[in-house]
């Protein structure tokens, strides 16, 4: 039985909205690379998840200056 959050095979429609220089710089990535936008994006968030986990929270920034 196929379970549809078994890792890889979820392929829910999200759009996603990004600056019109960004958007081109990723195609142009998506071309060289014979990928598609859709490869690119899950690839640049699994190279950059660990430095963008360590950004701090909103809540955290704000507990912060509460002190």
Known sequence: MADG????SD???????FPEAMLQEI??????????LSW???RAWK???????KIPSVNDIA???EQ
């Open 47 to 53: 190279l950059a998840r660990v430095e963008i986990k």
């Open 63 to 65: 507990d912060d200056e």
């Open 27 to 36: 195609k142009d990535e998506a071309a060289r690379l014979d990928r598609s």
């Open 40 to 42: 690119i994006v899950q």
């Open 11 to 17: 392929k829910r429609k999200q759009s996603l909205y």
């Open 5 to 8: 959050n078994q890792k890889g």
